[in-house]
T-cell receptor, first 114, second 114 residues
Framework: AQSVTQLGSHVSVSEGALVLLRCNYS??????LFWYVQYPNQGLQLLLK??????LVKGINGFEAEFKKSETSFHLTKPSAHMSDAAEYFC????????????FGKGTTLSVSS | NAGVTQTPKFQVLKTGQSMTLQCAQD?????MYWYRQDPGMGLRLIYY???????DKGEVPNGYNVSRLNKREFSLRLESAAPSQTSVYFC?????????????FGAGTRLSVL
């Protein structure tokens, strides 16, 4: 069975600092991995996806994630945090086939201070 | 671009009341999903419909029923609401075409059961 673990339910950084949100997965098949962002009182928006084409994936808003099979990790990073990055971030895994549900981590809330 | 539209946005029910949450997508997607989001739990799948005419249970189906009315619409019904069903409900859809099945989310329905 697939599962996702997000380490740290809350991460706080200063504006301009590096953002690192951790995600580890378990999957019995080659996984498809996603990061979604949820701003307050809104739905989920896709940040980026891993499709096995490249291990370093670039997403929107300056975020990127690196797939490391040996570590079963898909950590999300951004070199310089902005106040507008404050939100909840979810890592998710699926088998990628049509009609397959996503398995979500419990989420990490990112706070950015000035 | 409407995408995935959920109605209502907010609802307060008394224990034992029934209601239907509506979801419609205008992206001609084959698959649709209902998730619930609870603090510290991430999103959990309630039911999904891989294609028009089919529905399947997810991780937490108890107390819910669904109807895939047509390709566009997928409703979630609470027959006898309980306080444990207080949550934020998200509908999602995915196209099932191309190499990766990406899910797109609505803005959510915030439900309180008193």
């Amino acid at each position: 069975a697939q599962s996702v673990t997000q380490l740290g339910s809350h991460v706080s950084v200063s504006e301009g600092a590096l953002v690192l949100l951790r995600c580890n997965y378990s999957s019995s098949v080659p996984p498809y991995l996603f990061w979604y962002v949820q701003y307050p009182n809104q739905g989920l928006q896709l940040l980026l996806k891993y499709t096995s084409a490249a291990t370093l994936v670039k997403g929107i808003n300056g975020f990127e994630a690196e797939f490391k099979k040996s570590e079963t990790s898909f950590h999300l990073t951004k070199p310089s945090a902005h106040m507008s990055d404050a939100a909840e971030y979810f890592c998710a895994v699926s088998e990628g086939q049509a009609g397959t549900a996503l398995i979500f981590g419990k989420g990490t809330t990112l706070s950015v201070s000035s | 671009n409407a995408g995935v539209t959920q109605t209502p946005k907010f609802q307060v029910l008394k224990t034992g009341q029934s209601m239907t949450l509506q979801c419609a997508q205008d992206m001609n997607h084959n698959s649709m999903y209902w998730y619930r989001q609870d603090p510290g739990m991430g999103l959990r799948l309630i039911y999904y419909s891989a294609s028009e005419g089919t529905t399947d249970k997810g991780e937490v189906p108890n107390g819910y029923n669904v109807s895939r009315l047509n390709k566009r619409e997928f409703s979630l019904r609470l027959e006898s609401a309980a306080p444990s069903q207080t949550s934020v409900y998200f509908c999602a859809s995915s196209g099932g075409q191309g190499s990766i099945d990406i899910q797109y989310f609505g803005a959510g329905t915030r439900l309180s059961v008193l």
